[in-house]
């Protein structure tokens, strides 16, 4: 689990590193212990009158691959000054309009021990093509979860802040100066 702590540093480095042209405020950044994600708000394209739905999402694709690929080299680099000072991987992503793309993202392996009635959750979900194998199903499970308990999550992240904040402040806590 990140730290507020870690949380408030790397925001802040990413705000003097980043260049200020490329994203319109400062970016949404996720941590967690394996990877830092870095997702930026870049202005969507301008169309004439009413287009489709299809179209917007088009010209929205093609302005992120563009800024994908003018920004690639400068990314590269600041993410490997990042990876090398945290520790942790780093992936980015750009929200352009109603398109919110993810360029790399690692993928971490998780072991778990399951029981029958676990598993045959996840094989029914394989076996109705809701998931390509246990380890998507497993995946799919954790995202509906978040998506259902968004709120539960927050408060528990919010108390286990506390407890580090209780922590720091403990008797063996070095006063500041």
């Not at 990876?83 to 360029?103: D, M, N, P, Q």
């Amino acid at each position: 689990m990140s730290t507020q702590q870690d949380d408030e540093r790397v925001s802040g480095w990413l705000t003097g590193r980043l260049p200020q042209e490329w994203f319109e405020g400062a970016p949404e950044v996720s941590l967690d212990r394996d990877e830092i994600l870095i997702v930026g708000t870049i202005a969507a394209p301008e169309q004439a009158g009413d287009v489709s739905p299809a179209a917007r999402s088009a010209a929205e694709e093609g302005r992120i691959k563009q800024f994908r690929e003018n920004t690639r080299e400068r990314r590269i680099e600041i993410a490997q000054e990042l990876e090398h000072s945290t520790r942790r991987k780093v992936a980015w992503g750009v929200r352009c309009g109603e398109t919110r793309t993810v360029f790399t993202s690692l993928s971490a392996p998780v072991m778990t021990r399951l029981r029958q009635p676990e598993r045959q959750v996840l094989d029914t979900l394989v076996d109705a093509g809701v998931a390509r194998s246990r380890s998507d199903a497993l995946g799919w499970c954790v995202k509906l979860v978040a998506q259902h308990s968004e709120t539960w999550l927050k408060d528990l992240r919010d108390a286990m802040t506390k407890v580090e904040d209780v922590r720091r402040a403990g008797p063996d806590a070095v006063p500041e100066q």
